[in-house]
């Protein structure tokens, strides 16, 4: 059964950093793009970036470029979202999800396999 299970959300005051973890289990994950997705309250979901299978290429919304860094280990099926100087507007539920055989990497519906998502919340 594919899965893909988010970590590392939690409470943290603007400026500071966070880890999140996507753990893969289920399906080929070395193959497939993955995406990180958030959902901020009373807002629809928003690509926020992604990482190719090999790692080569990676991109990031504006919003927050050279904040976050995203990474992956295929080895252990792992996916990562490195959050640093975290803003209250980053204020969201974030999703990884996997996605494989288009270029639409901003685009949900393309998306084969979802977390469930883990709470971030910054405080001012």
């Known amino acids: 059964q594919a899965q893909l299970v988010e970590s590392g959300g939690g409470l943290v005051q603007a400026g500071g950093s966070l880890r999140l973890s996507c753990a893969a289990s289920?399906?080929?994950?070395?193959?497939?793009?993955l995406g990180w997705f958030r959902r901020a309250p009373g807002k629809e979901r928003e690509f926020v970036g992604g990482?190719?299978?090999?790692?080569?290429?990676?991109r990031y919304i504006d919003a927050v470029k050279g904040r976050f860094t995203i990474s992956r280990d295929n080895d252990k099926n792992m996916g990562y979202l490195e959050m640093n100087r975290l803003k209250p507007e980053d204020t969201a539920v974030y999703f990884c999800?996997?996605?494989?055989?288009?270029?639409?990497?901003?685009?949900?519906?393309?998306?084969?396999?979802w977390g469930q998502g883990t709470q971030v919340t910054v405080s001012p």
């Open positions: 999800g996997a996605l494989v055989g288009t270029t639409e990497y901003d685009e949900e519906k393309e998306y084969s396999y």
């Open positions: 990482i190719i299978w090999s790692g080569e290429e990676v």
């Open positions: 289920g399906f080929p994950f070395g193959s497939y793009y």
